[in-house]
């Protein structure tokens, strides 16, 4: 199983960017998908989640902001972050709880899975 992350780069306070992130492999089923991010010297803290049905939570600092969804067909979650603020700078990862498939049955547990991350950096 394998998170591949895009649609990090730099932008100008105010502006916007879009971040993909696409779940490949032997997968049976994926529950919850969220983005984080990490700012230098800061710790890794979650930036919005959505469950399979649907159900978002947001970090206040991003609410009215950032809109999380998914394609669940594709098993693709994204991020749209709008009106973004320098201090929106950090390197962001996508992560899934997921049932992977094991010889062609599926998992009995849910396991995290971690994309490699995206650079967004916004000047002001």
């Known amino acids: 199983v394998q998170l591949q992350a895009s649609g990090g780069g730099l932008v100008q306070a105010g502006g916007s960017l879009r971040l993909s992130c696409a779940a490949s492999?032997?997968?049976?089923?994926?529950?919850?998908m969220g983005w984080y991010r990490q700012a230098p010297g800061k710790q890794r803290e979650l930036v919005a989640a959505i469950t399979s049905s649907g159900s978002t939570n947001y970090a206040d600092s991003v609410k009215g902001r950032f809109t999380i969804s998914r394609d669940n067909a594709k098993n693709t979650v994204y991020l749209q972050m709008n009106s973004l603020k320098p201090e929106d700078t950090a390197v962001y990862y996508c992560?899934?709880?997921?049932?992977?498939?094991?010889?062609?049955?599926?998992?009995?547990?849910?396991?995290?899975?971690w994309g490699q991350g995206t650079q967004v950096t916004v000047s002001s």
């Open positions: 992560k899934a709880n997921l049932a992977p498939l094991v010889a062609g049955k599926p998992e009995e547990y849910e396991y995290e899975y």
């Open positions: 492999g032997s997968i049976f089923n994926i529950n919850a």
